[in-house]
């Protein structure tokens, strides 16, 4: 029986061995997504890896213009946040000091020049990415993981980007304006006078709006006068589908607005950004200050020119070329990122979009276009908002006061692409010229049940600014494109309504859809409607607290000490007031599994759940074990002495 017990405490003695030797060597900081990746991609030159610290300096958030000269934080920004974030009481958090750059410098003391870079800083994260290479990389994170303030070591995720669907036209191998665009206007004469002539009338509107704010009345139609058709040229199906028109009609146009765009580079040359105000731009896969690529005939697919993709979606935006193009935000101001590498053989990556937005935020840009999605290393179960971090990031610059309006995806009922799933988000899906989704745009619902997409916009034969030469113009089909039409609207929404907040915004947008009252996990809550959401008047406070906002009735319940509602399943928002899809097909079809409700009221579940790849509850699980096999063998030697 002593012989039994003397190996029963051999055993034990072991497995806490094992036990402590996990935890001390900061093994369980290590994600299984970057596991996985050292394991089975050996033939990979370099690796990008996220570090992430455990820990901030201490600042003094009383104190906005103290704090802001520590953190380099901009006026733009703080401005910005005193106007559009909805909790007043959050201007400035956590999220908003810089990392400590001690730490950054033991990182990459690791290794040296030659086998460690430093390619991206993230405050709101308070990580950093970099580039190890990767003979060397196994070494290098050992010694990063054991650093006492890194608290996880996970891959950066990339995406390779599926490309956009096109109509071919003649313009691909034209000098100038394709056939289909030749007759619009006859030669630079008329086109200089055309242009004069409406940009004079656009003047006007400005005039009539100034009236209109100094005078007692209110009615948004009452200064109509339609604008012709041929002033938006190729344009005018999209803008008239959302009721854009009638915001230029009222003299709105996107003036003050600041808009951050991401995506490929721009040809900024074309003429549709003549009158382009571009107040700033960052090449985030260079590092330099220049977005403008040269065409390269080397790569015949148009997806794959850099400067392709996002003169298409800028020229959307906010391009202006009365009689064929015109972006209904073209009087905004515009930063240019450049975030995506377009060639095939050159995956997205997230951490160049993630740096973006932080750059974007901190110059004042009030509003996110971003005709992108992130799908690899990332199922179904983990498109849940919170999972990723570029989703999170996304949430964080809701919260600071940005609108962030993303496009929804190409991918039918695969489903939507990463940051679309992000709480308020915008995310917009693809319709034809009648009002119907399009095959290809992404569905939802997100994982934890959440309506997506918000909403719908033409995508399908949009008209663009191509990139082969300065005064090309294409078709092109997509969510990219629903995406800034949607953007541009919510430019002059917000040029309109310069003291709503982001949410309200939110709320404005979604609840004046055309599929507002009913809406589902295709077309969510139906076709943008610019003229209505002008009209819609939201919730004017984040506190539940006051007389008449509640938590939409018995949805939720108001938390008197932090002033926010408390939802109830199945619903969630602000004030409780969006109701979740329940968990079934979708979830099945996406091979997934729908969680067991744990709230015996209800007997569905609205959660679809499946094993996690690049999630750290699975190593606190193994944290939780070390501490069970150590209560064991305590347990164990107490029985021995007695």
């Avoid at 989703?391 to 190409?410: F, I, L, Y």
Wanted: proline share 2%.
């Amino acid at each position: 029986m002593k012989i039994n017990y003397i190996l029963l405490f051999i055993l034990f003695l072991i497995k806490l061995i094992n036990c402590f030797n996990y935890e001390f060597d900061g093994e369980y900081k290590i994600s299984e997504k970057l596991n996985y990746h050292l394991i089975n991609n050996q033939d990979e030159e370099n690796i990008k890896i996220w570090v992430t610290f455990n820990s901030k300096k201490k600042e003094n958030f009383n104190n906005i213009e103290e704090f802001s000269k520590n953190n380099g934080l901009k006026k733009e920004s703080i401005e910005r946040r005193i106007n559009r974030c909805h909790d007043k009481n959050k201007i400035i958090d956590d999220s908003d000091i810089i990392i400590n750059q001690d730490y950054i410098n033991q990182v990459l003391t690791c290794g040296n020049e030659n086998t460690i870079k430093l390619i991206q800083k993230s405050n709101w994260l308070n990580s950093i990415s970099i580039s190890l290479l990767k003979d060397t990389s196994n070494k290098l994170i050992n010694c990063i993981k054991s650093l006492d303030f890194v608290e996880t070591v996970d891959l950066v995720t990339k995406f390779k980007k599926k490309t956009t669907t096109t109509k071919p036209s003649s313009s691909s191998s034209s000098s100038s304006l394709s056939n289909e665009f030749k007759n619009c206007l006859k030669n630079d004469e008329d086109n200089s006078k055309f242009e004069k002539e409406f940009n004079n009338f656009i003047e006007k509107k400005l005039l009539d709006l100034k009236n209109k704010l100094y005078s007692s009345s209110s009615s948004s139609d009452s200064l109509f006068n339609e604008i012709p058709d041929k002033f938006y040229g190729y344009s005018n199906t999209g803008l008239k589908q959302i009721n854009v028109d009638k915001l230029h009609e009222m003299g709105y146009d996107g003036y003050g607005i600041k808009i951050l765009i991401t995506d490929t580079g721009y040809r900024k040359s074309h003429e549709v950004f003549k009158h382009m105000k571009i107040i700033g731009e960052y090449n985030f896969l260079k590092n330099n200050n220049n977005t403008q690529d040269d065409f390269d005939s080397f790569f015949k697919d148009v997806n794959e020119q850099q400067t392709g993709h996002g003169t298409f979606t800028l020229s959307t935006l906010g391009g202006y070329r009365p009689g064929v193009l015109i972006g209904a935000a073209y009087n905004a101001s515009f930063l240019l990122a450049e975030t995506e590498n377009a060639t095939n053989d050159f995956p997205l990556e997230e951490d160049n979009w993630i740096a973006a937005i932080e750059w974007g935020e901190s110059m004042g840009a009030q509003l996110v276009s971003s005709s992108l999605g992130y799908e690899n290393w990332y199922t179904y179960a983990n498109k849940d908002g919170h999972f990723s971090k570029i989703s999170r990031v996304a949430t964080m610059a809701v919260n600071k006061g940005m609108v962030v309006v993303m496009g929804v995806g190409n991918s039918g009922d695969l489903g939507m692409g990463i940051p679309a799933d992000a709480e308020y988000v915008i995310s917009v899906g693809a319709i034809d010229s009648n009002g119907e989704r399009t095959e290809f745009s992404s569905i939802g619902p997100t994982a934890d049940g959440r309506i997506k997409p918000e909403v719908m916009a033409l995508g399908l034969g949009n008209l663009v600014a191509h990139n082969l030469n300065d005064t090309t113009y294409d078709r092109f089909d997509g969510t990219s494109f629903s995406c800034p039409l949607v953007a541009s609207g919510i430019a002059l929404l917000m040029q309109a309504h310069p003291n709503w907040s982001s949410k309200q915004i939110y709320e404005a947008v979604i609840s004046s859809a055309s599929n507002s009252q009913s809406p589902d996990y295709l077309i969510g809550y139906g076709i943008f409607n610019a003229l209505k959401a002008y009209e819609y008047n939201p919730t004017n406070s984040s506190d539940c607290t006051i007389n008449g906002i509640g938590c939409s009735n018995s949805n939720g319940k108001c938390n008197l000490q932090s002033k926010q509602c408390q939802c109830e399943l199945p619903f969630y928002g602000q004030f409780c007031q969006y109701n979740r899809i329940p968990c079934g097909q979708r979830c099945l079809f996406l091979n997934s599994t729908c969680e067991i409700p744990s709230n015996t009221n209800y007997n569905v579940s609205f959660t679809c759940i499946e094993p996690n790849i690049g999630d750290f509850s699975n190593q606190s699980t193994k944290l939780n074990n070390n501490n069970f096999y150590k209560l064991l063998f305590v347990i164990f030697l107490f029985f021995i002495l007695i």
